[in-house]
């Protein structure tokens, strides 16, 4: 049986396509298409199309149509491969540099450099290095962006010399939007085209992303989702993603939204539900007769959230509002090709019901409430009604010292619970006009009444495309922003991914000083401990409404439903409710000055960039010439002295505990993004080379250079490490029991060739795709990561490197085990590993030995090989050298 049995001609417009058309399986007797889950679909069609390789065979598709007709057959090992992969900045220069550094491996064993090279089409957005340096001023994006291009031009020199000495690989310049957004609005095209040998093959585009928000483009049809940049860097180089093929959990809305409830008070309500759930390593497709009261950007929201919530996608399949959203986004064509092919193909949702999920939830959107999440888990979600009495309750406000902090006898002093940083940003909710306009009327309605924002809250608008400013403007809203404080300081992730900037320096000082317990509200899709800034305790996601009304409250203890805001002009109390427009409001002015021109403007030249831009110097040669004095790139270490021979499989004996963790550690407390603390081992590094503090940068930015980064694993200052009392990057280091830096250990031990463990809780490595967060731990030494559970993208990431994740049996974990921390560990048996086998861990404490089981969290062999080739790129680049 060949993909030829299911081959068809699509005619459209007179040009000819040719399709796999899942349907004709039904016709062979193989699965009944239209009870499947669309995104099931979408990898049958793609198993189909690669056939005929010899990653692929005819079984693999009749084996995974089963398994998804079935509710108890074992998942199936499929080789997926994506039309394309998307990147941002932080983890793309990681990427790129891994790139660089293949060249130079390939050139020095006398191949040539250009065998690396991407293979499928890539694209990287530079969306992740502004930050809110200035706010409050006309000029604020100028001066941000002029900012970001003096700290970042080494970076952007690497990423300009790779667009032009890579081939099918696209930058998007800085200052153009956030990755995400930019691919909703232009870079998507639902359905792919192809030049081959037979003809112009059509088929559904797809597509792995190097940051975990990647799921947001789910909302168009498009199944793809966030990976490990070791991960897509495979991709890049031709490999397929191998993968189980996940269950599919189908989320049936039901009823309508009440009319003031936002996209984002469905996508907190989804979150706080399918977390509890445990969708982890599932795609969520959502289903129903509600779906016709969300539009495209309400999807969108609830589909970028998906890491939140823990799935591996949250899929929305193609119909008519797709089709629509397509052509208000100048993509009239696209849009024909789109609808034809998956009215086609089986791919088009009628909304007839008749799909069989693995498991259905059922979520009624006439109950869902206006609600924020927070402090620290964007699955903990608070109703408004409710909230005051919450963060009163977490922060202990009823209970405190008062302390009253008012310099120049402002109406409003700071104090425990002052909002100091307010932000609209986010891709997650500045792609839906509905929120950002609602906004705009919420400052337009504020500002009418008299009412103006506390001294001590920092604002910012940061859209995630230059479309956004453009209707604002058209609308008269941006004005009304820019009045109460919230000038547009860039196009970009900002404040979201923890590039809020300096508060001002009395702010933070009086913070310091008093041990204030400060806030933030911000429309974005995190919240974790110090991830928006350091010195901020809350952090509360929200609307980008709720934003504005939360920065003129100033606190987050206050009741929006009965306390007011403030004093209007004439002396009257204003209530949230007196400038909280209404639905029909919103709509109307949506239709009136969101304009597909604004579209068709923006991105006819996205690829250009500013001047800035094009004003940078870049060396022409196919590889790139490494600067030892750089801080900011650095050749990896990961090819040094490489080797064509695979090594004998690691031995785990006399190991070390480095950490012990404990729940919900994320990607963020493993390998920060924000600022860089002087007192630190990466601080250290960059004074000891010359780098003025005020001129660190972020960790985020530095990914290019791992004496940086690997001085930064561990090294978030809210991490806690139970070896030690203090919360930060501090360890013991055994047998002697000092308090170190986890850095400065991890040398210890190396030079003593000690292998080290981590042990963690549930849900280890939650958050951000962040390749550093296993890059980090692998070159401070550590062999295995033992926790009670781990989250999907950072699992993949400990594979790609070559460190072992391994879990707890079930009811077990390092306290129910009765494990110090100071024991030594031995794992005998690894070059016998299975996937999702058992192995033994001896652990010796004063000559008493205590042994336990854990599970090999490695899902097919292909990983076992990952695992002892050292990791995914020295195994593609064996597998490359070779051919």
Not at 104 to 124: E, F, T
Not at 523 to 540: D, P, Y
Not at 853 to 864: F, P, W, Y
């Amino acid at each position: 049986m060949t993909h030829n049995n299911i081959k068809q001609k699509l005619v459209l417009n007179h040009q000819e396509y040719m399709v796999h058309n899942i349907r004709l399986l039904e016709d062979m007797g193989v699965a009944k298409i239209e009870t499947l889950p669309f995104s099931a679909r979408i990898f049958l069609e793609n198993l189909a199309r690669h056939l005929d390789s010899n990653l692929v065979q005819w079984t693999d598709i009749v084996n995974a149509a089963k398994f998804y007709e079935s509710d108890t057959k074992e998942s199936e090992f499929i080789a997926f491969h994506p039309s394309r992969v998307l990147m941002q900045d932080f983890t793309g220069v990681p990427a790129v540099v891994d790139f660089a550094a293949m060249r130079d491996a390939v050139h020095a064993k006398g191949a040539d450099p250009k065998k690396i090279n991407p293979l499928v089409p890539v694209d990287l957005v530079i969306d992740h290095s502004i930050q809110v340096d200035h706010f409050k001023e006309k000029n604020s994006f100028f001066l941000n962006a002029q900012k970001e291009y003096d700290r970042n031009k080494e970076r952007y020199q690497l990423l300009k010399w790779a667009q032009q000495n890579f081939d099918n690989f696209r930058v998007v310049p800085p200052e153009s939007g956030i990755c995400h957004q930019v691919n909703l609005e232009y870079l998507a095209t639902v359905v792919t085209t192809q030049k081959t040998r037979e003809g112009l093959m059509a088929f559904p585009d797809t597509l792995v992303g190097t940051d975990s928000h990647t799921t947001m483009i789910n909302a168009l049809g498009v199944l793809g989702w966030g990976v490990g940049g070791i991960e897509a860097e495979a991709v890049m180089l031709g490999q397929p993603y191998y993968m189980n093929l996940p269950r599919i959990i189908g989320v049936n809305f039901m009823g309508k939204p009440q009319k003031q409830i936002t996209s984002t008070d469905i996508a907190l309500h989804v979150t706080e539900l399918l977390r509890k759930e445990n969708v982890v390593e599932k795609i969520v497709e959502y289903t129903g007769d509600g779906l016709k009261y969300l539009t495209l950007t309400d999807r969108a929201t609830i589909a970028n959230m998906s890491p939140e919530y823990g799935a591996t996608a949250g899929f929305f399949p193609v119909d008519e509002q797709t089709l629509s959203y397509l052509r208000k986004t100048n993509r009239a064509k696209t849009a024909d090709l789109v609808e034809a092919y998956c009215k086609t193909c089986g791919l088009f949702n009628t909304h007839d019901d008749k799909i069989h999920f693995s498991k259905k939830i059922d979520v009624d959107l006439s109950l869902i409430e206006t609600s924020i999440a927070g402090p620290s888990r964007p699955q903990d979600r608070l109703s408004l009604s409710e909230a005051k009495d919450r963060v009163t309750r977490i922060f202990d406000l009823g209970n405190r010292k008062t302390v009253s902090i008012n310099p120049e006898n402002k109406p409003q002093a700071l104090t425990h619970g002052s909002i100091v940083i307010a932000a609209i940003t986010s891709c997650t909710n500045t792609s839906n006009p509905y929120t950002m306009v609602g906004a705009g009327l919420v400052a337009k309605k504020a500002v009418e009444k008299g009412l103006s924002i506390p001294w001590f809250v920092k604002t910012s608008l940061s859209p995630g495309s230059r479309v956004v400013l453009d209707y604002l403007k058209d609308a008269g809203l941006m004005k009304f922003f820019e009045e109460l404080g919230f000038n547009n300081t860039g196009f970009g992730c900002m404040t979201c991914i923890g590039n809020s900037g300096p508060l001002d320096p009395f702010i933070e000082e009086s913070i310091k000083t008093h041990h204030l317990d400060v806030m933030s509200v911000l429309s974005g899709n995190r919240n974790f401990e110090a991830r928006i800034h350091q010195e901020v305790k809350g952090n509360f996601l929200m609307s980008p409404l709720l934003v504005v009304i939360y920065a003129i409250a100033g606190k987050m203890d206050i009741d929006l439903n009965t306390e007011p805001l403030g004093i209007s002009k004439e002396g009257k109390p204003v209530f949230m409710s007196d400038i909280w427009p209404s639905t029909d409001e919103i709509h109307e002015y949506v239709e009136t000055y969101v304009h597909e021109k604004f579209f068709r403007d923006q991105y006819a030249h996205i690829f250009l960039g500013d001047r800035l831009w094009q004003d940078l110097e870049i060396d022409e040669n196919t590889t790139f010439k490494f600067d030892e004095a750089s801080t900011y790139i650095r050749n990896p270490p990961f090819f040094r002295n490489f080797s064509m021979q695979v090594p004998e499989m690691m031995q785990i004996k006399d190991a070390r505990a480095l950490l012990v963790l404990g729940d919900s550690v994320t990607t963020d407390h493993i390998s920060p993004a924000g600022a860089i603390p002087v007192d630190y081992p990466a601080g250290t590094y960059l004074t000891g080379n010359g780098v003025k503090p005020w001129e660190f940068n972020s960790y985020g930015s530095r990914r290019g250079n791992h004496e940086v980064m690997m001085r930064g694993t561990f090294a978030n200052i809210r991490i806690k490490n139970r070896l030690v009392s203090e919360t930060g990057g501090w360890t013991l280091k055994f047998p002697e029991m000092e308090k170190d830096f986890v850095f400065d250990a991890s040398l210890k031990y190396q030079a003593q060739h000690t292998g080290l463990l981590v042990f963690g809780g549930k849900e280890y490595g939650s958050g951000s795709s962040r390749d550093w967060a296993a890059k980090g731990p692998s070159l401070l030494g550590v062999k295995a990561v033992i926790a009670e559970s781990f989250e999907r993208i950072h699992r993949s990431n400990l594979v790609g490197m070559g460190v072992l994740p391994l879990s707890f049996q079930a009811g077990e974990s390092f306290e129910s085990l009765n494990l110090k921390g100071d024991e030594t560990f031995e794992i005998p048996g690894l070059d016998q590993i299975r996937p999702n086998g058992l192995l033994t861990v001896i652990a010796m404490r004063n000559n008493i030995k205590m042994n336990f089981k854990v599970i090999v969290k490695l899902n097919t062999d292909i990983e076992i090989e990952y695992i002892r080739n050292g990791g995914i790129l020295p195994y593609v680049l064996r597998q490359m050298i070779k051919e």
